[in-house]
């Protein structure tokens, strides 16, 4: 089975705190994303990477950065947490196969909360 | 810009009933997938649908793709309160590794 873990379910900071969010996939694959979830906005994606040490936008980049030195690890980063950046924030990753479909395996979630 | 736009987003139903959940997307695509979140969790993958005329059925979820009409249907059959959740689907675009989702349809069975 692939395994995505995040490293909270629940995180609390103060404004202006740099935040790391981690996440991990165990199957090997090469495609990571980061997005987040509001209500009545569904998911928005934040930031991708097809590879390490490489990176894309998504639709939703400003105020978040990211992170991939190993191929399993791939963390977002909020430089300076504001408290619209309060919020669910989910890690996936899919494989990339030539031919084969692109469905994307999901972690458990980290809900942050910046006060 | 490609949308894919689930309808309805929220349907509040009675158990044993039948209904579908709609979503139509603007681009070419022929892969589909749909996924399932419960309250306070993350998503789950329901289907993978990879070409026109695809059916899936899982218990009494069945979903189908048609790609010509940019289409697909995930169709509820006497309906259970287990099923109560919010149901997703994603499309990938031709020559993307991305996929791009639907706003979600907000699914609450009535006992």
């Known amino acids: 089975d692939v395994k995505v873990t995040q490293s909270s379910r629940y995180l609390v900071k103060r404004t202006g705190e740099k935040v790391f969010l981690e996440c991990v996939q165990d199957?090997?694959?090469?495609?990571m994303f980061w997005y987040r979830q509001d209500p009545g906005l569904g998911l928005r994606l934040i930031y991708f990477?097809?590879?390490?040490?490489?990176?894309e936008k998504g639709d939703i980049p400003e105020g978040y950065s990211v992170s991939r030195e190993k191929k399993e690890r791939f963390s977002l980063i909020l430089e300076s947490a504001s408290t619209n950046q309060t919020s669910m924030y989910l890690c996936?990753?899919?494989?990339?196969?030539?031919?084969?479909?692109?469905?994307?395996?999901f972690g458990p979630g980290t809900r942050l909360t910046v006060l | 810009e490609l949308k894919v736009e689930q309808n309805p987003l929220f349907l509040s139903m009675q158990e044993g009933k039948n209904y579908t959940i709609y979503c139509n997307y603007s681009?070419?695509?022929?892969?589909l997938y749909w996924y399932r979140q419960d309250p306070g969790k993350s998503l789950e993958s329901l289907f993978v649908?990879?070409?026109?005329?695809a059916v899936k059925q899982e218990g009494r979820l069945m979903a189908s793709l048609d790609t010509k009409a940019r289409l697909s249907t995930l169709h509820i059959t006497a309906a259970v309160h287990d099923l109560s959740a919010t149901y997703f689907c994603?499309?990938?675009?031709?020559?993307?590794?991305?996929?791009?989702f639907g706003k979600g349809t907000r699914l609450h069975i009535l006992p």
């Open positions: 990477s097809y590879d390490v040490k490489m990176k």
């Open positions: 681009t070419t695509s022929d892969r």
């Open positions: 994603a499309v990938e675009p031709v020559g993307d590794d991305k996929i791009i």
């Open positions: 649908l990879l070409s026109n005329g």
């Open positions: 996936a990753s899919s494989p990339q196969v030539a031919g084969a479909n692109n469905e994307q395996f």
């Open positions: 199957m090997d694959h090469e495609n």
